[in-house]
């Protein structure tokens, strides 16, 4: 490719530049190729600014011609500059040239309002069980259902759902429940049956491990609110635990929510929960309380993303009444 002159060279790159920084913030954020991005701004800021100042000589000459004697030494970089007040030869990419201010990083609030997505992961046997522990065995609730349909929407909380997985397991000598699952493979969840065996199920593996599927990304952009239903916090053999896999999330910079039934909920969410709550950078003695759970000196901050809701405070939201039919009487 020729060019006529210095100006035409710097036009040409500018609009390639300014094409391609077009296409790149056209893009998802989540598939932005960001330090691309950074540095194609940057390049294109100091462009800018070379040409507004071979710009500003040539009309500050323009306006001393009748001063031989009169120099242009310095000037004030404008922020708008016309055509109009320009006389060049060299074709402008608009009519307006605006000086590029590169934007500045998202701050906390906006990356958690436009790439944060929700996770959902429901453990329906603990979710069930808890219900049915608490509830069923009283009178005063022995017609009362869940409404998985409800319990969905509170869970999201008017967000954009992403990921959405609910795993249960049915007993051997039992027939699969499966109007339960049904409904929430009609509300798109990623259903998983087990069948359960001596009282070993290994729902909390399967969940875990779907959980770190997604945790592992190590991509800041794509971490995202990570919603748990479950209260078990219990050792498991060895294995990965739920309270082990949310301290991981957390100190990765995600959003995690656990949902429980307050009796059915371990002490562990609730003393998280209660610390994060607390959180004060000048207590030290809170904050080796912290480190204890696993975060490291400097990311103890980190504690505060989580949060701890109990399902009993949204009970007549997420259930409803079975109407019972009264007997006709024959006599």
Not at 41 to 58: D, F, L, P
């Amino acid at each position: 490719m020729n060019f006529s002159s210095h100006s035409d060279f710097i036009e040409t790159t500018l609009m390639v530049l300014n094409r391609q920084i077009e296409v790149e913030r056209s893009k998802p954020r989540l598939k932005m190729n960001l330090p691309f991005l950074s540095m194609l701004t940057t390049v294109t800021g100091i462009m800018n600014s070379y040409q507004y100042e071979g710009k500003m000589i040539k009309a500050r000459d323009s306006t001393c011609a009748d001063n031989s004697s009169e120099k242009v030494t310095s000037f004030k970089k404008p922020i708008l500059l016309t055509n109009a007040s320009t006389q060049t030869d060299t074709p402008s990419i608009s009519s307006e040239i605006v000086r590029y201010v590169p934007p500045l990083p998202p701050s906390d609030s906006q990356i958690a309002a436009e790439v944060r997505q929700t996770n959902i992961y429901i453990d329906l046997s603990n979710l069930m069980i808890g219900f049915k522990t608490n509830y069923k065995t009283n009178l005063l609730f022995q017609h009362w259902r869940l409404d998985f349909i409800k319990l969905h929407y509170l869970l999201v909380a008017s967000n954009q759902p992403n990921r959405t997985v609910a795993i249960g397991s049915f007993p051997v000598d039992k027939p699969k429940i499966s109007q339960i699952y049904d409904r929430f493979r009609r509300l798109k969840y990623d259903v998983q049956v087990i069948e359960r065996i001596n009282k070993e199920d290994y729902v909390d593996d399967i969940l875990i491990d779907e959980i770190h599927s997604l945790t592992g990304l190590r991509d800041p952009f794509h971490k995202e609110k990570l919603v748990i239903v479950t209260g078990d916090g219990n050792f498991n053999h060895g294995r990965d635990t739920f309270p082990s896999t949310v301290i991981e999330a957390l100190t990765k910079g995600w959003l995690v929510e656990i949902w429980a039934w307050e009796n059915a909920c371990s002490k562990f969410y609730k003393l998280l929960d209660s610390r994060a709550k607390q959180y004060d950078e000048t207590n030290r003695y809170l904050l080796e309380k912290i480190r204890r759970h696993g975060f490291k000196h400097g990311h103890e901050h980190l504690i505060t993303n989580f949060e701890l809701h109990f399902l009993d405070d949204h009970l007549e939201q997420i259930t409803f009444k079975e109407q019972t039919m009264l007997k006709p009487n024959t006599d």
